[in-house]
């Protein structure tokens, strides 16, 4: 029987999922009525990004399976690489 992610996977050909990696930074900041998180990974210089509606304990230096897509966002008039998170979970 196929997992969640791998029906995400197959469904969706721009999603692309890793595990096990390491958490080196995660910050929360509150936005509109949302709290916004970016997490940083090991070896990786793109920020990724997503957003919940409560704080959640912090993921520093913890292991996540996590999927996602890239994107860009504007930042201070100029365009930034982001990977936008699908889903993320502590292995």
Not at 61 to 84: L, P
Request: net charge positive; aromatic share 8%; proline share 1%.
């Amino acid at each position: 029987m196929k997992s969640t992610v791998d029906k995400m996977l197959v469904k969706h050909d721009k999603l692309v999922h890793s595990e096990g990696v390491k958490v080196c930074s995660h910050t929360q900041r509150v936005k509109d009525e949302w709290v916004q998180h970016t997490v940083m990974i090991d070896d990786c210089q793109t920020p990724f990004t997503f957003r919940r509606t409560k704080k959640y304990k912090s993921l520093n230096g913890a292991r996540v399976n996590i999927t996602y897509y890239a994107d860009t966002q504007g930042v201070a008039g100029f365009e930034m690489d982001i990977f936008k998170v699908v889903r993320i979970k502590r292995s």
